[in-house]
């Protein structure tokens, strides 16, 4: 009797291997399938069929007390498991998953991770001991490589990937591709020394070995189950595995005892940018747009040549199909070129589809493929531009397809709550970068910024905001940028935690947070994201953390850090519909305690530290004038005493006594005169140069205006500079130089003009009557040659 068991061994994602399985499939009329895939999943099998399912789409398979322990299985349309389910579905034939288990997959590896941990804190003695008894020897499973290279270095290409779209998926021969397959990759791993079924020496390897003894546990049990055609398609490599000799005693012995968790399965949106190799993938192919462009075209080829007759119009013939897919290629490079203004005529097409022709022709291949193709386009249609070249790549050979799922697949509520918020904004999640660019005054744009900002409270950045221009501060426009990535999914999964619905969750999660905190700053910078996401339960619970947390603490540094996220509500919480009032009263607190501990705060300070508060007081000042424009309030006359009081207080650095000074002249709480008065003071002859420097740095606080508009500080400045003999000036020259390098270039030459004007202040004067006209005149002669001018 001969086996009823039919092997084949695919490519994950091989279009070629799926167009070769279908035409098997219609030969051998399998009554059972078997698929290497999660057993978890065999209940979600029927909604392949679904209209709604288009795929690429991904089983997520995740635990139910650990949802952040989980594993993607993708499908695209040219997957061969894709099409052996639909063929499954369609004929009315049982289709069942049959790799491990991945509750067991998944309890390995927290056992693994939990080694780890104990080894990591062991003694490093023991640990070394251990290490030393560990070590495994270097060979084929500690260094692994591409097997299928050695197969493509005999057959004259680069690498193994180049080889296999050549020779397997640019083809479709059914049933004997198989057979070459099966020969060439049980050939491979007998002689490649990769092949650890007896004598796993890594956890990788010993879970090899425990998922194709499941395999073979299943392939026994449907033989018991009386199949007559039974189909195993799974990965080429495991062939080997599948046939060997073992026994269903010793594969229970294998499984024996192995952990299991509880675990669920749904199926998620997925995208090629995630099939591909660069994302990170392990069974990642190079160009699923490329694969997706190979599949469609072999399908287009096949029905355009259903019911001629002759082994040379089919599709699995060498040729067949193979040139009007190059020339479809071109094409579409062709108009993505021209969506974008770019020329690219007929001509270009012609060159470039003959250059590939010629190409493949030197390399004895029957026909071109992706190399030749891109080579020919960047030689004749894009003349080298790699800007041209990388989007070709991106939304070609890769591809930016993003999958749907049906409604009814299982899903979690807050899932459901967020697709209905997508479909009911009209925001569709899509894997293109979109820039979205909200007017806050409209009531749909202000919910659509409300659903951002909540989504990022729970860990799901699918939108990120920009930081300047129309979406800054103070304007009534957001502008964010969108891409949605499948990896959300388990994130909505992970956050269900939290609550069933968007606004649920975040509240939950914000609450979460703010036990956690520990500095005032972050628990304000809560309060604003919270602000912004339109949760007032939120608030209250995050303002009222932060007024516990500012009760306890005396330090002065944290809580200016605190007032600035704390007053972006005052900036344009009217847009937003916001209730000011909710954070006011705890605004108020924050300030009276920060001008408590302010002038203290510029004691015993160095350079470095004193900077840093300078930013905190700049920070504060804008931050209590949000809130109080008109300065009316207790609050700000509060601040405003103490900035009076560190300006005057002789222990702090002189760079912030400076900055204190020149905030209470902006303000109008000292005169001109008095500030011209602290100015000769500090910048004295008797006052040391160094600290006399610091405090004119704090005082023009890197801005020129007060220097050009103010003629009562011109000279005492230049007083003060003209006065220094060389040794000082020598030492305050890098501190000066600093100040007015950060003034921009229009303030630097009107400060220079300035200075170049007779009658500009005392500096002026006294360079005036110590002129020498003897000494100015003796470098007139030689003025006079190098610029050609006659005396």
Known sequence: MSDPVHYFGVRHHGPGCARSLLAAFEVLKPDCVLIEGPPEADGLVAAVLDP???PPVALLTHGVEESGRAVYHPFASFSP??????WAGLAGV???FIDLPVGVSLALERAGEEEERQAAEAPKAEQAGQAGEAEEPAGPSTRRCDPLDWL?????YADGETWWNHMVEERGDGEDLFAAISEAMTTLRAESGEDETLAPRTPRAHREVLREAHMRQCIRAARKEGFERIAVVCGAWHLGGLRADFTAKADQALLKGVPKLKVTSTWVPWTYRHLAR???????IHSPGWYEHLWLSGQESQESKEGQEGHEGKIGHPGGGRRPRAIGWLARVARLMRERDLDCSSAHLIEAARLADTLAALRQRPAPGLEELHEATRTVMTLGDEAV?????????????LGRVPADVPTVPLQRNLEQLQKSLRMKPEATQKTLDLDLRQPNDLARSHL???LRLIDLPWGEIARTGKSSRGTFHEVWTLQWQPEFALRVIEASRWGQSVAQAATTAVAERCGRATHLAALAELVDRVLLADLPEAVTIASRALQDHAAVTGDADQLLGALPPLANVFRYGNVRQTDAALVGHVFDGLVTRAAISLPLMGDSLDEAAAEQVRDRVLGAQAAVRLRDPGRQSEPSTQWRAAISQLAAREGAHALLRGLCTRLLLDDALITADDAGTAMSLQLSRAAEPAKAAAWLDGFLNRNAVVLLHHDGVWPLV???LGGLDDEHFIRVLPLVRRTFAHFDAGERRDLGQRAARKGSGAGAVMAAAEWDDARAALPLPLLRLMLGVEA
Not at 152 to 156: L, M, N, P, T, V
Not at 389 to 401: K, N, P, Q, S, W
């Open 52 to 54: 709604a399912m288009t």
């Open 81 to 86: 498991e894709w099409q052996a389910l639909r």
């Open 94 to 96: 049982p289709v069942r």
């Open 152 to 156: 493509a270095r005999a057959a004259g």
């Open 278 to 284: 660069a994302s990170g993938y392990g069974a990642g």
């Open 389 to 401: 070249l990388g989007f070709i790549r991106d939304e070609l050979v890769i591809g930016d397809r």
């Open 452 to 454: 951002l900002h909540r």
């Open 718 to 720: 230049d007083g003060w």
